[in-house]
T-cell receptor, first 114, second 113 residues
Framework: DQQVKQNSPSLSVQEGRISILNCDYTNSMFDYFLWYKKYPAEGPTFLIS?????DKNEDGRFTVFLNKSAKHLSLHIVPSQPGDSAVYFC?????????????FGKGTRLHILP | NAGVTQTPKFQVLKTGQSMTLQCAQDMNHEYMSWYRQDPGMGLRLIHY???????DQGEVPNGYNVSRSTTEDFPLRLLSAAPSQTSVYFC????????????FGSGTQLSVL
């Protein structure tokens, strides 16, 4: 059972436009959400996060929105730049089974078109 | 600042061979973990450790062993390699807790023939 879902395997966006990456989760116990960015042949790097007590967190061109009632979060990148072409992983965490659990989605590959 | 260092970067094994993937971090992080990344499967947790001497299984632990004798090192051992273990392996560390961001190594690409 996939607890964190990124339903779009890939997304293409024109340079300068807004990129919106979506993530859905099923477990209401998740209380912290993180986005990671991954370039080919490199390890993922942390991008931005949000606590379940907030509905928005912004860091420069990156904004994450959380809709708890819909169990949905999204990452907005404005404006999109060529260096944003990468795979983006959504991750959710919760204290489950006596330990902190971090569950990753399958990732969305973002292509920024010139 | 080295961060999380993984060796080797590439490895080819024959079915049945054993090997150890090395992971070291210099950030004094208590939490360390191993993930594998397969096409269309995202990052799946193999094993993790919340401190020296403490390890636990993740989502896909079969065929792998770990130990944590020091805070810095968290090696991953493949006991008898199988083609299904062909994957990219990432080691990660953090200060601990689900809200703390993970720092990843650059990965080990493993092929089992």
């Amino acid at each position: 059972d996939q607890q964190v879902k990124q339903n779009s395997p890939s997304l293409s966006v024109q340079e300068g436009r807004i990129s919106i990456l979506n993530c859905d989760y099923t477990n209401s116990m998740f209380d912290y959400f993180l986005w990671y960015k991954k370039y080919p042949a490199e390890g993922p790097t942390f991008l931005i996060s949000i606590s379940s007590i907030k509905d928005k967190n912004e860091d420069g061109r990156f904004t994450v929105f959380l809709n708890k009632s819909a169990k949905h979060l999204s990452l907005h990148i404005v404006p999109s730049q060529p260096g944003d072409s990468a795979v983006y992983f959504c991750a959710a965490s919760a204290y489950l089974d006596r330990d902190d659990k971090i569950i990753f989605g399958k990732g969305t590959r973002l292509h920024i078109l010139p | 600042n080295a961060g999380v260092t993984q060796t080797p970067k590439f490895q080819v094994l024959k079915t049945g061979q054993s090997m150890t993937l090395q992971c070291a971090q210099d950030m004094n992080h208590e939490y360390m973990s191993w993930y594998r990344q397969d096409p269309g499967m995202g990052l799946r947790l193999i094993h993790y450790s919340v401190g020296a001497g403490i390890t636990d299984q993740g989502e896909v632990p079969n065929g792998y062993n770990v130990s944590r004798s020091t805070t810095e090192d968290f090696p991953l051992r493949l006991l008898s390699a199988a083609p299904s273990q062909t994957s990219v392996y990432f080691c990660a560390s953090s200060t601990g807790g689900g809200s703390e961001k993970l720092f990843f190594g650059s990965g080990t690409q493993l092929s089992v023939l």
